[in-house]
Structures are given as structure tokens and as C-alpha cells.
């Protein structure tokens, strides 16, 4: 930790600009920038990157910025700062692609259950696409088959979280022995067993499918792209490499 560096300084700003921004469009901003299941009308590619900067409250874009800081910072002191902006847009982009997989599956689970039922797909997705659903399909296929894949369509992803899962990971591979703390346990823990035992937590709710209002495995594919790129980074000494 430490002054801001270039890069942090700079994903800190751009998200700052477009927090308030969602209070000068209000939904019309979410409707762009967030990241929509691929089959809802409101998906855009950009959105891959442009949900990264987008967060729903305030006490989430303070987390995910100090997190930013905090961990980044270092890092980027050591890598510079190209090397620091690939690592961090490809934790998010792992982020987005293992959370829209995760979206696909359980899409998938209830669209196959209900066309069985002899619904078809274009019906599905024209009910869909209109902010609708039929309360029948609980009866075909179950509430939580049905729910999720509700959720999967109606919900867009919002957040830096996924980055900074991955930038957490190589914070732990590079200061495994800092003792860090959550303000709701106030006990130092090693960074080497802190980031696991987040991560795992993610992965028990996730599996779990708990209703949390967390993309969870969009923090797990954050955390699944850092921690290959720094095992393969570590391996090939490339971690050692500073891109300026």
C-alpha cells in the first residue's frame, strides 16, 4: 500500500465517473453497461468490459476501490503498469466468461425442461424478452430450476469484483506471509490462507445456488484467471519481468 500508481489511479477514476453517472441516467446506464445474459435484448459485446465499471451501491464500489488500492497498488509497483492493466482486464474477462457459462448452464436446465413440455424456444425467449414469464412453467419444471433461470436472464453482472479476485490471488502468491483482516473478523490471517478461504466461500454458496445478490462464480473465474497466470507466470520466471 502506498501513493496511488498510474493504472490503479486511473480504473479508480473511471469507475468513480461512472457511479455518478448512474445517478444522471439512472436505469438507461445499467441498460447499457451491465453484463446481460447474451440472449436478453439488452446484451451488447461491449458489456464484457464495461460492467467492470459499474457497481449497484456505494458501499460496493467503496469495497471493491479500497480493495483496488490496497492490493493493486503493490503489485503494480512491481510489474508497472501495462503488465499490471493485462493482468487486471483478464481477471475480469475470466470473471464474465465463467459467470455467463455458470448463466448458460442453468438457462439451458430450465429451457430444456420446459421444451420438453412441448414449449418451444422462440415462445420461451419471445415471453422472455417481453419482462414475462408463465407461472405453468413452475409446474413443469420446479421453482428453482425455473427461478434460476430467471435470474440468469433478467439479472446483468455489475463490478470490479471479479478483477479484484484476481488481483487478491497474485497479492497472496506475492506477500504470502502479510497478515490481513476483514473488518467483520478482526483476526490477522496469512494473505496465503485469507484469499483461499474467501474463495471458498464463493464456491460453497455458488454450488449452493444461495440468493445472496453475489455473482459468485463471477469472483471465482476472477480468482480461477489470476491464480493461472501466476502459476504460469511464477514458473517461466516471467513474474520477475516489469512491462513499463
Known sequence: MGRLTEAVKHILIINVIMF????????????????????NPNFEWWQVVTHMFMHGNLMHILFNMYALWAFGTPLEQIWGKSKFLFFYFSAGL???????????????EGMNALEGAGI???????ILANGQYSPSWYDIAGK?????????FNTPAVGA???IYGILVAFAFMYSEAKLMLIFLPVPIKAKYFVPILIAVDLIFGIG????????FAHIGGALIGFLMMWYWK????????WD
Open 120 to 126: 418451444t424456444r422462440a415462445q420461451i425467449l419471445d
Open 20 to 39: 455518478f453517472a448512474t445517478y444522471l441516467y439512472g436505469d438507461q446506464m445499467y441498460q447499457w453497461m451491465s453484463l446481460w445474459f447474451p440472449k
Open 209 to 216: 445456488n444461495v440468493n445472496t445478490g453475489v455473482a459468485h
Open 94 to 108: 475470466g470473471s464474465a466468461a465463467l459467470h455467463t457459462g455458470v448463466n448458460y448452464y442453468l438457462f439451458t
Open 235 to 242: 514458473k517461466n520466471q516471467f513474474n520477475n519481468n516489469r
Open 144 to 152: 428453482s430450476t425455473i427461478d434460476s433461470m430467471l435470474t440468469a
Open 161 to 163: 469484483s471479479g478483477a
